[in-house]
């Protein structure tokens, strides 16, 4: 093991890791005081850095470039997301989540495994080694809101390649969410989308003049779950391999609202549905598919009540699936890093998938353990805490200053 566990809280990663986890990142607030930290951490170390900026309902965020080595092809991409899910008004917490303490075998505090240790290691491990040796670029690309259909990284693909003009932007990526070191070089898809039915108020004594718009909900229901059936036939054997719990794209129903009381007439009424997909199925063709099927079969019949009666489909967010090459030079080097092998997705969304718009080869791996994300009391091993730094380590020496052609 890289430190002795009795000296880890005297460890240069712990006095990063803690920093991090001390910000509070949580998506609906700035995560800028943590990315000029980490700006000026990478400064130090020697990296070249930019910082970006955006605004997101009023609120600053940021995302980082750091980057060292010559401008050569076949760099590195380290990447993660600054952001953490809330915790406030989360019941069970028995540790201040902005303070990073041991207790036994693990760290806790929120972000220690979903996934500010993870950027603290890199970091540290960049620092630590002499970056004059690299033949090919070491860059780090830090998000924001990625817990937010990661609108950070949908935003931040669309200047990237622009951003790069002293060293080439690398094709391939390592993006530590936990996973335990298991390497998935795949994952699905995530979707949410409101489905809103207006239809026309009234008393509820003379229904006939009025349009209940739950009512007409169910007619929403009964098409998405035909649909849902229809994606589960549609899979394929790798699919199968990747996806074994549910190898097919399927929505959820999260939350519905509709009308204002019992006496009344429901003019409108909300579903909020999400989708998880498979790197096969287009998003876009599924959503085309579902609002013709709402407008021939629901609100072509409502428009008998009034031209403003219908089926309507609002509030789109999307993170795109993943598919990386599971016989590409960096998957083989990661297999024998971790000692895993690369046979399964992950069952959730990364910013992966908005890289792989820039053709860049995603692979996702990191020290913490996804049964601990978004949980009260979130913690990491210590052992994996100690671990990770020096597989980064060997990953960067291998991939970014050996000759691995």
């Keep these: 093991m890289a430190q002795q566990t009795n000296d880890i809280e005297k460890t240069e990663l712990w006095s990063l890791a803690s920093k991090l986890v001390s910000f509070d990142t949580v998506s609906a607030h700035s995560n800028s005081e943590a990315i000029e930290y980490l700006a000026d951490y990478a400064r130090e170390a020697g990296l070249q ?3 970006l900026t955006d605004e997101i309902d009023g609120i600053k965020k940021s995302s980082l470039l750091a980057w060292a080595g010559p401008a050569a092809e076949d760099g590195l991409i380290i990447s993660g997301h600054t952001d953490v899910v809330p915790f406030d008004g989360q019941p069970g917490w028995q540790y201040d989540p902005l303070v990073m303490q041991r207790s036994g075998d693990s760290v806790y505090g929120r972000g220690v495994t979903d996934m500010k240790v993870f950027i603290a290691q890199a970091f540290v491990a960049a620092k630590e080694l002499d970056l004059t040796q690299l033949q090919r670029p070491l860059v780090f690309i830090l998000t924001y ?3 937010v259909a990661g609108q950070g990284s949908g935003r931040l693909v669309k200047t990237l390649p622009k951003q790069f003009t002293e060293v080439p932007l690398p094709k391939v990526a390592l993006i530590g969410e936990p996973t335990d070191y298991e390497i998935f070089p795949a994952h699905k898809g995530y979707a949410s989308f409101d489905v809103r039915v207006h239809g026309k108020g009234g008393h509820s004594s003379v229904p006939a003049k009025g349009l209940n718009a739950i009512d007409k909900m ?11 059936h229809e994606l589960q036939a549609h899979t394929t054997t790798e699919n199968k391999t ?3 719990e549910c190898p097919y794209s399927a929505f959820n129903y999260g939350m519905i609202h509709g009308g204002l009381a019992p ?4 003019d409108t009424c909300r579903l909020t549905l999400s989708l998880r997909i498979i790197p096969d199925d287009d998003f876009g063709e599924i959503l085309k598919k ?3 099927r709402f ?3 629901i609100t072509a019949n409502m428009r008998e009540s009034g031209p403003e009666c219908g089926v309507f489909i609002e509030n789109i967010v999307m993170t795109p699936p993943l598919k990386s090459q599971t016989d590409h030079p960096l998957a083989h080097m990661l297999s024998n890093i971790m000692e895993r092998p690369l046979n399964q997705g992950a069952p959730y969304a990364t910013d992966g998938g908005q890289f792989a718009a820039l053709g860049i080869q995603s692979y996702i791996c990191g020290p913490g353990a996804l049964a601990e994300a978004h949980q009260p009391n979130e913690s990491l091993s210590i052992e994996n805490f100690l ?4 597989r980064i380590t060997r990953l960067i020496q291998q991939w970014c200053i050996a000759d691995h052609q």
């Design 49 to 51: 850095v930019r910082v």
């Design 145 to 147: 809101d990625e817990e």
């Design 218 to 228: 169910s007619d929403v229901i009964r098409i998405v779950r035909e649909m849902d």
């Design 242 to 244: 990747l996806f074994a």
């Design 263 to 266: 006496n009344m007439i429901a």
């Design 290 to 292: 579902l609002q013709t």
């Design 295 to 297: 407008d021939h079969e």
């Design 387 to 390: 671990s990770g730094q020096e």
